[in-house]
């Protein structure tokens, strides 16, 4: 199911995407694999396809999931 969104979305935002959840994934602690990141990567998809802006989406990610984030980063 998340390929086929990632395949509606152009070059440039699979690009946007992917380094907004890596991004996400690192000053969160956790895995691109893991269930936060998947969620993180839902999430991106969504907010491109509702044309969020580049310089928006990671703080848009960080504004969604943050206090999930923030929970796995104490948890480890």
Do not use: F, Y
């Not at 946007?16 to 994934?25: P, S, Y």
Request: with cysteine.
């Amino acid at each position: 199911m998340m390929l086929q969104s990632l395949i509606s979305l152009s070059d440039s935002e699979v690009e946007l995407v992917t380094r907004a959840v890596r991004q996400w994934c690192h000053s969160h602690h956790c895995d691109i694999d893991s269930a936060e990141g998947r969620r993180a990567l839902t999430l991106a998809v969504e907010l491109v396809q509702s044309k969020h802006v580049e310089e928006s989406l990671l703080s848009e990610l960080t504004r969604r999931l943050g206090p999930l984030g923030d929970t796995v980063k104490v948890a480890r």
